[in-house]
Structures are given as C-alpha cells and as structure tokens.
C-alpha cells in the first residue's frame, strides 16, 4: 500500500485490501485523486494509533483503580473482621457472624 514508481518516474498510489478472502488493489493514480487518498489514509492510520494510545492509557488507568479498590476493600474487610469480633461476635463456619454465647455460672 502506498507510493509506487513505474519505468519513467511516474507515481502513482494504490491501495491493498481484502474482500471475500481475496486481497485487491486499488488503483488511486498520481494526481489529485492520489494525493487526497495518500492523505486519508495517513489521517486514518494516525486516528487509529490516537485511538490505540487512548486505550492503553484507560487500561491503565483501569488497572490502577481495580488495584487501590482491591486493597481498600481487603481493609475494609479487615477492620469489620476486628470491629465484629471485639463486640463479642464470631463467624459461624465461615459464614454468618453470630453474637457469642455466654455461659452465666
């Protein structure tokens, strides 16, 4: 895809793509036809880099947040471990809390 030279100098622009599993180029020419397609396509493939740098930053970005959630949320489990269990509380089979039972002898 893109520029070619024929015997002469002559350039000319064309373009490659697939259609029902075949690849065929197409023909722009040197001119203006050529001229405008070689700057579309430059625009498309800059807008898509644009759009694959954007989404990379999200992912990043994303990762970072899921990270500082997970811990804040590990704490946060934590200290309602500790806060339950200082008020007399115990966690029945690793499931429900329940208050303790006290024997009164």
Known sequence: MG????????R???R???VGGRVVREYYGGGLAGKMMAL?????RMEEAE??????????????AEQHYQS???RTRLLVRAAL????????????WRR??????
């Open 12 to 14: 000319y622009f064309t």
């Open 85 to 96: 269990l200082a008020a007399g509380f115990h966690q029945h089979d690793r499931g429900e």
């Open 40 to 44: 579309e396509v430059e625009r498309a």
């Open 72 to 74: 804040f949320a590990s």
């Open 100 to 105: 303790k039972h006290v024997s009164e002898h």
């Open 16 to 18: 490659s793509r697939r």
């Open 3 to 10: 520029w070619d030279v024929r015997k002469g100098g002559h």
């Open 51 to 64: 759009c694959e740098r954007v989404w990379t930053e999200w992912l990043v970005r994303s990762s970072t």
